[in-house]
């Protein structure tokens, strides 16, 4: 099926390839300003940066929330990159509307329909991800959640499902990509980083969802993986990110796509 072309800010999604990236989680002005600085260096279309974390234990850092806010501000201000991030609760919309370019619903809340319904009286573009445990066609009835009320932005995530493999953290599915392009006009985005879970396996299998057909790219980048407060373990370093970034492009023509400028 064609594929509805959307806009993330001011950067077109469903033509040309598209990359996402960013740390995890924000974590301090050092560290997101280093990213932000790297990964436009690199070419990435749009800066993400996790504000509130759904993390499974509650010890663990749960984001900088609202005293983010201030700092998100500034760096987009610096690099006029829109901005993508997890909005957890539609008590926050009000409050990140003027500065987050994409709303980004995270796995856990695939099935959150009071949330997709917010979301859907908002014009803001939608980044749906699919729930660990959810199937593509429950994926695409959330994602009818938010169009029904009115938004058609709306671009969809593949980000890993749980299946027996314990070897990685999730199991990335492939084949949704290439059945998303071809049974569905939603733009359809590769998270590897979650999709794999490990640092040494989400550009291969980044590279591989290009060419399986993906619009575009959800990368997890750090200064030093090894001191994230969250998901170091997925984390590209500046290093590994510049070479996914460089050999990108190769894939992409062997398939008639281009990475956008
Ligand atoms: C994230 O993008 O950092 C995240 C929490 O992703 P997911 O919802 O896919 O687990
Ligand atoms: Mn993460």
Redesign the pocket.
């Known amino acids: 099926m064609k594929t509805k072309k959307i806009k993330f800010g001011d950067v077109e999604v469903g033509e040309e390839f598209i990359v996402m990236a960013g740390p995890?989680?924000i974590e301090s002005e050092q560290q997101f300003h280093k990213t932000a600085a790297h990964v436009k260096k690199c070419g990435a279309h749009i800066l993400?940066g996790?504000m509130y974390?759904?993390?499974t234990s509650p010890e663990s850092f749960q984001g900088l929330g609202s005293d983010s806010y201030g700092l998100v501000r500034k760096i987009k201000q610096e690099f006029g990159m829109p901005f993508i991030s997890?909005i957890t609760d539609p008590r926050q919309i009000a409050d990140m509307m003027d500065f987050v370019d994409v709303f980004?619903?995270?796995?856990?809340?695939m099935h959150n329909y009071a949330l997709l319904k917010e979301l859907g009286q908002t014009d803001k573009p939608v980044l749906l991800?699919?729930g660990?445990a959810g199937t593509i066609k429950e994926w695409l009835l959330a994602a009818d959640y938010v169009v029904k009320g009115g938004n058609e932005n709306v671009a969809l995530?593949e980000?890993?499902i749980r299946t027996f493999e314990t070897a990685t953290r999730n199991t990335f599915d492939i084949n949704a990509i290439a059945y998303i392009k071809q049974n569905s006009s939603f733009p359809v985005i590769a998270?590897t980083?979650?999709?794999t879970g490990e640092t040494s396996l989400v550009s291969p299998v980044a590279l591989a969802s290009a060419a399986a057909g993906a619009d575009g790219l959800?990368i997890?980048t750090h200064p030093n993986p090894a001191e994230a407060q969250?998901?170091g373990f997925q984390a590209l370093n500046f290093d590994q990110f510049e070479d996914l970034m460089t050999s990108l492009p190769k894939v992409l023509e062997a398939v008639g796509k281009k990475m956008k400028a």
Not at 104 to 109: A, E, F, H, L, T
């Open positions: 995890c989680s993400r996790g974390k759904l993390r997890e980004q619903v995270g796995s856990r809340n991800k699919r660990f995530c980000r890993g998270d980083s979650h999709g959800l997890e969250s998901d």
